[in-house]
């Protein structure tokens, strides 16, 4: 094989926005299908990027369009359900965020791609991000020292705030999403491909704004009720008094400063906001080196670049050269599902709940 044929499931607003424009140029795949279940939004990707099949039943296009991988592109409530289907027909599978959205989906995938022997692959792809790579290095070097603690914010206003939004943001309202699994994930995939698995985790978590109002697209006007929380913080226990606060909301509409902060016993490293000249900061406080002040780290063309779909590629290279670990594992994603799913339980039942599973 010497590409790997694509088929995506689902062509809304991230279809549209990233992972279509990027897989229709990258290198050793070729989009071969797309499945919507509005038929007119597939035959607009089919037209626009060139595809030479469309579906609108998933079973069909697994059955006849002769794919090697599927990117599910569906809303998070549908992940568990179409991911399975398509590793029982035999294909690799990469899944938007989250792939399920408990801890037993999560394991059901996981062992069906080993017995199917295909590759799984499950966003965020932040381990695959250069900035989070270098933090990673730098860590593992003692370049600040012992981690004590990091801060994260993984929030913004929601989709039904967005301007020029393509489709329906109702389900982001709903169980099974909400900012925990839209946002939260980013940044746990980020911590935790740090740290390492988490040992505890608690938090609190709530609805804070019941009604939302859609400001744009085919639903514009439209008021949701508001089904699951929408303003959640966590704290997280790695073990040796390291932890890691975050805040996953659609509470926050403007933010300045760093995306995350990771404070160590001889400095600090920082995540520089979307859109910053360079990704990546560190702060140094060494009397001894006289080193003290904040270092700008320029990461080149390709850190600026990074996006979503880089997980894609990673995946494809991973089913070209079996050889190769998958960063972008099932196991991974499992561990940050576990965290999501303890963190609500753990807010609404005023505990601290231990972290079983690993990666």
């Known amino acids: 094989m010497d590409k790997v044929k694509i088929g995506v499931l689902g062509y809304g607003v991230i279809a549209q926005s990233t992972y279509m424009p990027a897989l229709s140029k990258m290198r050793n795949a070729e989009v071969v299908a797309i499945c919507d279940l509005v038929e007119s939004r597939a035959r607009e990707c089919a037209a626009l990027y060139n595809v030479p099949q469309v579906y609108t039943d998933q079973e069909e296009m697994l059955a006849k369009s002769g794919i090697d991988l599927m990117v599910n592109l569906t809303h998070i409530q549908a992940h568990f359900e179409t991911n399975l289907m398509a590793l029982q027909a035999g294909k690799h599978v990469y899944s938007e965020k989250t792939m399920t959205t408990t801890v037993a989906e999560a394991t059901i995938l996981i062992e069906e791609a080993k017995k199917q022997g295909v590759r799984l692959g499950a966003a965020a792809a932040m381990m695959l991000n250069p900035a ?46 909400g900012p925990l699994y839209d946002m939260g994930v980013y940044a746990l995939h980020t911590i935790t491909g740090l740290l390492g698995p988490a040992k505890s985790v608690c938090g609190m978590s709530g609805v804070a704004i019941p009604q939302r109002k859609v400001r744009s697209g085919p639903s514009e006007g439209k008021i949701i009720d508001v089904e699951v929380d929408d303003n959640t913080l966590m704290i997280m226990n790695f073990g040796a008094s390291s932890f890691a606060f975050l805040d996953c909301t659609y509470c926050a509409f403007g933010h300045r400063g760093p995306r995350t902060q990771i404070f160590g016993s001889e400095g600090t490293i920082n995540f520089n906001d979307y859109g910053a000249p360079t990704p990546l900061s560190i702060y140094r406080d060494d009397w001894e080196l006289g080193v003290k002040g904040w270092t700008d780290l320029d990461l080149g063309r390709r850190a600026t670049q990074w996006s979503l779909p880089i997980g894609v590629e990673h995946l494809i290279d991973c089913i070209l050269d079996p050889s190769k670990e998958v960063i972008v594992s099932g196991e991974h994603a499992r561990h940050v599902i576990e965290i999501m799913n303890k963190c609500t339980e753990a807010a609404h039942g005023g505990q601290t709940l231990s972290l079983e599973t690993v990666f």
């Open 132 to 177: 989070v790579i270098k933090a990673k290095e730098l860590i593992q070097k003692g370049a600040i020292g012992k981690v004590a603690y990091i801060v994260a914010h993984h929030s913004h206003g929601g989709a039904a705030s967005f301007e020029n939004w393509t489709t329906d943001p109702t389900w982001f309202y709903k169980p099974g999403a």
